[in-house]
């Protein structure tokens, strides 16, 4: 079931990719990367890469596939993480967006290597902007919440991000 369900979610997803809008002013990708800091449990970094899904009157839908490493409270953590996107640009240079997210990943501490179960879940959403540099080069904050599970204990807070993004 579980392999089936990662099929359908790539189909779709390339799919969706073939099939969005093309307009000369909107980027169809991006790849980035940032930092993190939740509150209290978890901090690290980030790389994102996301591609155009829909594009209309100013409103895009995005697919992105993030990879997070970091420490989460005793404990190292690596999470691969698939996040939908949606919002517009405001201005020429500003771009505003609301975001949901989930992910699975693997933790390790003193006494569980990385590959031991159980695995960690996480769930997630919140908003961000994007504030364009140049047209392929933007800075980026986002704020929201963040739900890991692991060890069947859930952990949860605030989590505030800044990076960067190429788009082209």
């Known amino acids: 079931m579980k392999k089936t369900l990662f099929y359908v979610c790539l189909l779709i997803s390339i799919s969706a990719n073939v099939i969005a809008q093309d307009e000369e002013f909107v980027p169809r990708f991006s790849l980035g990367g940032g930092s993190f800091l939740t509150s209290g449990f978890m901090y690290g ?10 594009n209309k009157n100013n409103f895009d839908l995005r697919n992105h596939f993030v ?4 420490s989460y409270s ?8 698939e996040k939908i996107s949606f919002g517009g640009m405001i ?10 997210e989930g992910g699975i990943g693997i933790t390790a501490n003193k006494t569980k290597s990385f590959f031991e179960h159980p695995l960690t879940y996480s769930i997630g959403g919140g908003g961000g902007t994007d504030i364009f540099l140049t047209k392929s080069m933007s800075i980026y904050f986002e704020a929201g919440g963040l739900f890991i599970v692991t060890d069947r204990v859930w952990e949860g807070g605030g989590i505030f991000q800044i990076g960067w993004k190429s788009w082209f």
């Not at 005793?74 to 993480?81: P, T």
């Open 45 to 54: 970094g980030s790389a994102d890469f996301a591609f155009l899904i829909f």
């Open 67 to 70: 990879f997070k490493g970091g």
């Open 74 to 81: 005793d404990n190292g953590l690596m999470m691969l993480i």
């Open 91 to 100: 201005t020429g240079k500003w771009r505003t967006y609301g975001y949901f």
